[in-house]
C-alpha cells in the first residue's frame, strides 16, 4: 500500500477526507465526539484508536466515538460548535483555541519518560545539506500549518536566524500528515521536511526498511507533547474522571496494552502553563 501512496503523492494535497464515526454501541446516538487529526500514524484506519475511546469512555462514564478529521483547523471547528467533545489534539491548535474558545487541557501523554517530543529536521539520505537553512530555494514539506513540529518549530528556528519561511523556500508543500511528508521526502516530491519525532518512531517501527533511506539533520526542542483536551463545556466532574484513567492508564491491563501499542508510556496531567512555550514561538513568529 505505502509503495502504491508513493506513486499517487502529488495529489495528496488535492485529496480531502471526509470525517467519520467509529459506533459500535447502543449509546451512540448520544455519544460525543473523540476527535482525532494527526497525532498517531494511520489515523483514519487505526483501531487502536477505536479501543481507546472506548476504554476512556468507559472508564470515565462519557459516551465517546472517535471521529477523525483531515486538518488541525477541522478538528477546532468541531470543538468550537460542539464544546461537549474532547479532542487528542497538538500544541499550537490547544493553545489558539484555550485562548478562543476556552478549550481544556485534560492531560499530556509520555513519550520515552518524558510529556515531550522533538521536531526532527529531515532529508533523504544521501543530500549534502547540513541544516534547514540549507535548503534555499528547495521544496520543504509540512503536515499541517498549525502543526508545531511540522510548521511552526521550523518556522520559529529559521526566524531566530532572520529568515522567513514563507521566503527561503521555492514552494511550501502541505501533504496532510507526518507520513505523507516522509512519503514526500522518498519520492522526490520533497526536499526536506519537519517531522513529529514519535511519528518518525512509529513509522519507523511499521517500516524498518526505510530507517536507512532518511537522515536526521537537526533536533528541535524538545515541546510539549500532543494533549488530550475537551471542549469548554464538558464538566469539570468529568475531566477529573478521565483525568484519574489516563493517570493510572499504565496500571489497566488493557490500557496498559494499548500504551505498548501506541509507544507510549502513560500520561499526566499538567497546567495550560505547561504550553507557554509554544505560545511563545507563536508570538514570536507573528512580530
Not at 189 to 194: F, G, L, M, R
Request: with cysteine.
Amino acid at each position: 500500500m505505502r509503495q502504491l501512496l508513493r506513486y499517487i503523492f502529488p495529489v495528496y494535497s488535492l485529496i480531502v477526507f471526509a470525517p467519520f464515526l467509529f459506533i459500535s454501541d447502543a449509546h451512540a446516538e448520544r455519544s460525543q465526539s473523540l476527535v482525532l487529526s494527526g497525532v498517531v500514524l494511520e489515523q483514519g484506519h487505526n483501531s487502536l484508536l477505536k479501543q481507546f475511546t472506548q476504554w476512556l469512555a468507559h472508564k470515565s462514564d462519557y459516551p465517546l466515538a472517535a471521529q477523525f478529521t483531515d486538518s488541525y483547523q477541522g478538528l477546532s471547528n468541531i470543538l468550537r460548535e460542539n464544546p461537549n467533545a474532547l479532542a487528542w489534539t497538538c500544541g499550537v491548535p490547544f493553545v489558539e483555541d484555550h485562548a478562543a474558545d476556552q478549550q481544556q487541557l485534560i492531560a499530556v501523554p509520555l513519550f520515552h519518560g518524558a510529556p515531550t517530543y522533538r521536531s526532527f529536521v529531515m532529508t533523504r539520505a544521501g543530500r549534502t545539506e547540513k541544516t534547514l537553512a540549507d535548503f534555499k530555494g528547495q521544496v520543504f514539506a509540512y503536515s499541517d500549518p498549525r502543526s508545531n513540529s511540522g510548521f511552526v518549530a521550523p518556522s520559529y528556528a529559521l526566524k531566530q536566524q532572520g529568515i522567513d519561511i514563507h521566503q527561503h523556500f521555492r514552494y511550501l508543500m502541505h501533504t496532510g500528515l507526518h507520513e505523507y511528508s516522509l512519503e514526500a521526502l522518498l519520492a522526490g516530491q520533497a526536499d526536506v521536511a519537519n517531522i513529529d519525532e514519535y511519528v518518525v518512531v512509529e513509522y519507523f517501527k511499521a517500516n524498518p526498511d526505510a530507517i536507512d533511506k532518511f537522515v536526521i539533520l537537526e533536533k528541535l526542542g524538545p515541546f510539549p507533547f500532543t494533549p488530550i483536551v475537551a471542549g469548554k463545556g464538558v464538566p469539570a466532574s468529568t475531566i477529573e474522571r478521565m483525568q484519574q484513567a489516563l493517570v493510572h492508564m499504565h496500571e489497566d491491563e488493557e490500557g496498559s496494552a494499548m500504551l505498548q501499542q501506541f509507544g507510549l508510556d502513560g500520561f499526566v496531567v499538567k497546567p495550560v502553563s505547561f504550553y507557554q512555550p509554544i505560545a511563545d514561538m507563536l508570538k514570536a513568529i507573528d512580530q
